[in-house]
DNA sequence: CAACATCTGTCGCCGCCCCGACATTCCGGA
DNA sequence: TCCGGAATGTCGGGGCGGCGACAGATGTTG
């Protein structure tokens, strides 16, 4: 995912249907283009909710809470994390298109999980009530819905074969490669990366200096920088 | 989970969204539990496809095919996994009413993992071209199409926290309360359970046999029967 | 510039679990 | 009924990785 230098401080309230918008929602539902989404299906989708900005470190939801609204990430990082405040483990990190929130509110239960800006995150906030109503009436709507989340099953059916049978070095590799943005550079800590992985940060730092003296990368204070990309794919053995 | 018996057929195709539908079905998504397509919804999708039964063993895909199709598992038990012949880690498991094949169709990919059936299974194909019309004339379709997928999303989820930091006691003690059936047995061979879990046959034997010593399960050839369920949940440490 | 917080880099100990090997038990088919 | 395949039960060796500890490096704040 190409994370972009975006301005921050933005964020205001009702805005008039902008085709920006509507372009960033077309490309936010999946990869496939042999559905398109009409303007009026976005001005909908819009209509039935109003963004919200978040600072870094702010929750949109935590677990346990009701579940009353569903969110799409238009613009910065989500981290979808479970456990309590002495240990957390990490189940996703979503980014700009993902849609989070909805199982719980679909199934109406709790928030089975909290998701936490990791940096400036603004994001359309869909009330139940008013989502479900636009969805029976625009199925192009619900099936572009429909794709996100499936993609979203088909990142965390890989994840699973990524624990099973991994060695820690492997899965640090799988994730630079995943993570690297376009100047082959990932900008998180060795303790991130151990929390993403749900492994220890001494592992995670063997594994790079691993990697450094293969000369597939360079590490340094907070960033990490993918030199040779093959070693490193042939490093994560996919 | 009672069900409303005085309900009408279900939308009928150039009929006006209705509000009253959308009402009910806000009330009735909770609590779907394992029952994730219900047998109604299975008798509208009947038109679109055709049944096909599999026997133990033979597959309904296999990865890297072609995706022309979608399955809704009528009966038996389907194991998703992945990998070549010599080591496969499997993805999940689906019973009756799960949707399986999805994903890789919806994205117009090849089929990410294999499908095997386990048991006795029928399944209704729903080819591509066919199913997305359906869906967009019926949005109640739609709707339970896309939380079945996302009620998949959640236990990969709760899968992927049970493979974090879990050591093997606790996930075959938790994979037991998952499995057992009303008379509290498991048919499944300690191998199979290794598979499910992606660990070692014979790590499952001593967890099985801690279990056993302290009275929590009797083992058998081929079935285990939990005799002290809360002992079972404590081992857990859910 | 100094004090502080955070992050990186390493070491040693120890426990869990993978793997190979083998004996034993169970079940189904000829 | 007998036999072969499959499943269970157990042991020991070895390795990966978690955990605590600590030093040095790097930003950050007053």
Redesign the interface.
């Known amino acids: 995912m190409t994370r972009q230098p975006g301005k921050p401080g933005m964020g205001r309230g009702g805005s008039p249907p902008d085709i920006q918008h509507a372009m960033w929602l077309a490309r936010s539902f999946?990869?496939?283009d042999?559905?398109l989404l009409r303007p009026e299906d976005l001005a909908a989708l819009e209509g039935a909710g109003s963004y919200v900005s978040k600072y870094p470190g702010t929750h949109l939801f935590r677990q346990g809470e009701a579940s009353t609204a569903a969110y799409v990430i238009q613009k910065g990082t989500v981290e979808l994390y479970?456990g309590d405040h002495t240990?957390s483990?990490v189940?996703?990190r979503a980014g700009a298109g993902s849609v989070i929130g909805?199982?719980a509110m679909?199934?109406?239960?709790p928030y089975?999980?909290s998701a936490r800006a990791v940096d400036a995150v603004t994001a359309l906030r869909i009330e139940?009530?008013r989502l479900?109503?636009v969805?029976?009436?625009?199925?192009?709507i619900?099936?572009r819905?429909?794709?996100a989340?499936?993609?979203?099953?088909?990142r965390?059916?890989?994840?699973?074969?990524g624990?099973?049978?991994r060695t820690v070095l492997e899965q640090v590799a799988g994730l630079l490669l995943d993570e690297a943005d376009d100047r082959g550079e990932i900008h998180l800590s060795q303790a991130a990366i151990a929390r993403l992985l749900?492994t220890s940060r001494q592992s995670v730092n063997e594994a790079l200096a691993e990697l450094r003296s293969s000369g597939a990368v360079e590490t340094g204070y907070r960033v990490i920088r993918l030199i040779d990309r093959p070693a490193a794919a042939r490093a994560a053995a996919e």
Do not use: C, K
Request: no cysteine; hydrophobic share 45%; glycine share 6%.
């Open positions: 999946g990869r496939t042999y559905l479970r240990e483990m189940v996703a909805d199982i679909f199934r109406d239960e089975f999980q139940r009530n479900l109503p969805l029976m009436e625009r199925p192009v619900a099936l819905w429909l794709v989340g499936l993609s979203q099953l088909e965390t059916q890989r994840r699973v074969l624990l099973l049978h749900g």
